[in-house]
């Protein structure tokens, strides 16, 4: 896998129900990891899902996530539109070119779950995240 682009999906605390019902809808596989499995355990909303990823066949992914505790999450705005794959260059490129004039909301760096990370507001205000798996974000890291 190159680059992927897909839907991701943003719930107010009902994401696993809602991929689980497009799970039934679309076949495939699901996989959900929660707040508390990269953070505090027994915290406040530990049990929601900070990530959740469908694929069915070979051209249907969507991704979801529950708002996190403490933001509030606002219906209308609850799509954003994901870069994900293991060709660094070419994701630090759309990084660049989305993120300028816009607003950068999570800067592209490594995250605990250990790829590379950004969220930003494109000048339009679509919001993208971008996302270089493990190896590649390690690999290409300046020192």
């Known amino acids: 896998m190159a680059v992927r682009l897909n839907p991701y999906l943003s719930f107010a605390g009902d994401a696993r129900a809602a991929?689980?019902?497009?799970?039934?809808?679309?076949?495939?596989?699901?996989?959900?990891?929660?707040?508390?499995?990269?953070?505090?355990?027994?915290?406040?909303?530990?049990?929601?899902?900070?990530?959740?990823?469908?694929?069915?066949?070979?051209?249907?992914?969507?991704?979801?996530?529950?708002?996190?505790?403490?933001?509030?999450?606002?219906?209308?705005?609850?799509?954003?539109?994901?870069?994900?794959?293991?060709?660094?260059?070419?994701?630090r490129g759309y990084w660049t070119a989305l993120s300028a004039d816009g607003e950068i909301q999570v800067p592209l760096e490594m995250q605990m779950w250990g790829d590379e990370f950004g969220q930003c507001v494109d000048r339009f205000g679509i919001v993208w995240m971008v996302n270089i798996a493990g190896e590649q974000a390690e690999s290409t890291e300046q020192p």
């Open 19 to 91: 991929m689980e019902f497009y799970q039934g809808v679309f076949g495939g596989e699901l996989s959900v990891s929660t707040f508390g499995e990269f953070g505090e355990p027994d915290a406040p909303g530990a049990d929601g899902v900070m990530h959740a990823q469908l694929e069915a066949g070979d051209t249907l992914v969507l991704m979801a996530a529950d708002t996190p505790p403490g933001m509030e999450h606002q219906p209308g705005t609850n799509v954003a539109l994901s870069l994900s794959g293991d060709d660094a260059e070419t994701l």
